[in-house]
């Protein structure tokens, strides 16, 4: 199983809005709701910010949010803070009740 | 509050076996609707999933790793297990337990635990 496809990096100035795209196929993204984001800071382990496409964690910023459309999913953050820069990683359930990870996108807060 | 702890050696030699063990606390594996899995981080890259298993013992793999992977349990001790085997220094990485939920989605992580394989 390949990877889902996110792009390698992504910027945006404090206060702007960015978005992630994370993409696969009607085997996993398509085929379920069971997509989930992650934020990770160097050195430390992922926490997950929208898990169920759209749904967030109790205690995760509302400028977190994510979205669905056939075989991709996108993570949009609004409001862009320097906290926010990080890499963050999608995670999708598949038909073969396995899980697959994005290949990850580096946040530049500029 | 699930907390969980890898342990074992940070050290492997190549075509030997890698083995961790995950302990929980705050929860409980002989417990329904949740995953325990591993996954891992090679240095500078990206998250790999290896695997998860089920409170009844089913577990589930990567097939990239081609069956080197098993995952098991000991409830007793509140605990899982990764033996990773005949391992290369591919396999080099930081690797994290974590709790899955039956949303499919990782809730709680260990702070995860390098194994770096020598040649």
Known sequence: QSALTQP?????????????SCTGTSSDIGGFDYVSWYQQHPGKAPKVIIHDVNDRPSGVSNRFSGSKS???????????????????????YTSGDTLLFGTGTKVTVL | QVQLQETG?????SSETLSLT???????????????????????????????????????????LKSR??????????????????????DTAVYFCARMTDSFHYDYWGQGKLVTVST
């Open chain 2, 9 to 13: 050696p940070g050290l492997a030699k």
């Open chain 1, 8 to 20: 390698a990096s992504v910027s945006g100035s404090p206060g702007q809005s960015i978005t992630i």
């Open chain 1, 70 to 92: 056939g075989n991709t999913a996108s993570l949009t953050i609004s409001g862009l803070q320097a906290e926010d820069e990080a890499n963050y990683y999608c995670i999708s």
């Open chain 2, 22 to 64: 995950c302990i929980v606390s705050g929860g409980s594996v002989s417990t329904g609707l949740q995953y325990w899995s591993w996954i891992r981080q090679p240095p500078g890259k990206g998250l790999e999933w290896i695997g998860y298993i089920y409170y009844s013992g089913s577990t589930k793999y990567n097939p990239s």
């Open chain 2, 69 to 90: 992977a098993t995952i098991s349990q000991d409830k007793s001790k509140n605990q899982f297990s990764l033996n990773l085997r005949y391992v290369t220094a591919a």
